[in-house]
């Protein structure tokens, strides 16, 4: 174990953002890479919100593509720590990308808006957070608005999502009357100024006469609120919140940049440093001396004017430098790393070294697929990156027939990032796509038209569902393939697939051939 692994190892942070559409995701990203340094212009983030409108939102969106999707994973530098922070889209149809996502980070910043409380994608993105108890801190943003009454708020977060909450700050007021917040672990009071660049006057200690002098009476409502608060309210505790059971809270306002230098603050303070993380035959600590990661998300035609396809790597043990040569454990081949890139905020740039905690970007001709791992030697696979199978399916028609080749190509590379999966039955030339969400549908025919020249429609098909198929007995599984074979199909990986036309074809199915095994989700194997 090299200190220099170690040392690097302790200053990274990798965290996603999760929220409800609207919360103020994309608001908070912009002052953080502010904050950090690492962008100049406030509103090149906003070119990423590219998920949560309607189809023909989308598509317009699209075209900036260029900017949108390279942030999606933006590092920089926050008081002498390295932060990665990897983008989660926030429409529910791309939520397998989310749950891959959350897969590579080792913390996640929860925002919540003040009027609204716990949304229904809060608590999904919070269950697939559960999965590896992963620490969550909360923000309550827009103060500067009227919302709930923040106890009620503490209140809802940990019925609904069953979570110990640890006020950090708190509010004192809201909307119009929103004069600050309170650290209750600093003792000190930040004045909300609202747009105005600097921070607020900070006042040391809650019987500061000062907070008289500027409150009048409402100073001794807030030291009797501050009373009921600490009385109210578990304190924070370290441990419960890298298990994943308790929740530090801050409040403020993401748009006023109010209430977020206490976030990040106690982010890079308390939320881990890289974890080790799980392969099929050990675990992996991030401080060996050997480097390993794993890849959780491919993007096609990230730059439309180079059309390339970029594999996003987490970065798990050892040290990249530039023309390395690693392993990539599924196919068992050495690959030198001459190209890859890491992400500094809104510019792609050319990776001289990676530490653990890092996102490296690989230049994929085809030959990378999600949840590969690459390691200097060892063959290790990363367990824990999941596809799911669709539940929705669609016959890809071609409207002009001598495009059919560029069709598969774009099916084919398309799929590779695992929104959609192409399914090529073994009796017949269709090929039928599956996605989790219908937006994904309508995706792939626009990027089919921008990015291969190619157009096509949809027709309906008779596919319920899709199970990998699995059977430790050859001679069972050729059987099965005859017998079955109208409803079996290749997946875009080359894996065989079940696709069944009805639950009742797959209950019957699945009883009559008891050897076999139908899988719902896959890992590489
Ligand atoms: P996202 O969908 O979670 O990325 O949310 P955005 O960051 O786009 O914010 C949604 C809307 O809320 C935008 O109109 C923001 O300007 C607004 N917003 C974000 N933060 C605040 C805040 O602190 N106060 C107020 N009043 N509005 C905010």
Redo the contacts with the bound molecule.
């Keep these: 174990m090299s200190d220099a692994i170690t040392q690097q190892v302790n200053k990274r942070r990798t965290f996603a ?1 999760i ?12 002052k953080l890479l502010l904050f950090g340094g690492a962008i100049q212009m406030a509103g090149s983030v ?1 070119s990423r ?1 590219t998920d ?1 409108h309607a189809t023909s939102d989308w598509m317009e969106m699209e075209k900036e593509r260029g900017i949108s999707v390279t942030s999606s994973v933006m590092q920089f530098p926050y008081k002498g720590r390295v932060v990665n922070l990897l983008d989660t889209p ?1 429409h529910a149809d791309f939520s397998e990308d989310t749950y891959r996502t959350l897969t590579a980070v080792d913390s996640a910043l929860m ?1 919540i ?1 003040s009027a609204k409380g716990v949304e229904e994608r809060t608590i999904k993105l919070m269950e697939v957070c559960r999965l590896r108890d992963t620490p969550i801190l909360t923000f309550i ?5 009227e919302g709930r009454e923040p106890l009620e708020l503490l209140d809802e977060v940990e019925r609904i999502l069953n979570i110990r909450c640890a006020p950090m700050t708190w509010p004192i007021g809201m909307g119009k009357g929103f004069k600050g917040i309170f650290h209750l672990y600093h003792d000190s009071v930040r004045l909300f100024e609202p747009h105005s660049k600097d921070e607020g006057e900070l006042i040391q200690g809650l019987d500061n006469p000062r907070l008289d002098e500027l409150f009048g009476a409402m100073a001794q409502d807030l030291r009797d609120e501050i009373e009921l608060v600490r009385g109210a309210s578990d304190e924070f505790d370290l441990e419960a919140f890298l298990a994943g059971e308790m929740t530090p809270v801050f409040f ?5 940049n ?1 209430g977020v230098t206490e976030l990040m603050d106690a982010y890079v303070e308390y939320a881990p440093a890289p974890q080790p993380r799980q392969t099929k035959t050990r675990d992996v600590s991030p401080d060996e001396d050997v480097f390993s990661g794993f890849v959780f998300k491919i993007q096609a035609n990230m730059d439309p004017k180079h059309r390339d396809r970029i594999a996003f790597m987490r970065v798990c043990s050892g040290h990249y430098t530039k023309g390395m040569k690693l392993h990539q454990s599924r196919i068992g081949k050495d690959v030198t790393i001459a190209n890859a890139v890491t992400f500094m905020a809104a510019e792609r740039e050319q990776a001289e070294e990676a530490w653990p905690g890092d996102i490296l970007g690989l230049h994929n001709h085809g030959t990378i697929q999600i949840g590969d791992t690459f390691t200097q030697g060892e063959s290790l696979q990363f367990t824990g990156i999941p596809y799911f199978a669709p539940e929705l399916f669609r016959r890809v028609r071609l409207k002009d027939p001598l495009k059919n080749k560029a069709l598969l190509k774009g099916l084919q590379q398309l799929s590779e990032e695992g929104a959609t999966q192409l399914f090529r039955p073994l009796d017949n030339n269709d090929l039928i796509l599956g996605a989790v969400g219908v937006l994904q549908f309508d995706v792939v025919v626009h990027r089919l038209k921008g990015e291969y020249g190619v157009e096509c429609a949809y027709e309906p098909v008779q596919v319920h569902t899709a199970r990998w198929v699995y059977c430790d007995d050859d001679r069972k599984l050729e059987e099965f393939k005859r017998k079955a074979s109208l409803n079996l199909a290749l997946d875009g990986a080359g894996n065989l697939t079940y696709i069944a036309p009805s639950r009742v074809n797959l209950d019957l199915t699945m009883e009559r051939w008891p050897d076999i095994d139908f899988r719902a989700t896959r890992e590489h194997l």
């Design positions: 953002i929220s409800h559409p609207d919360a103020g995701k994309t608001t908070l990203t912009e906003k919100k949560k926030g925002v808006d943003n827009k103060l500067d608005r403020g306002s993401a748009m006023n109010f």
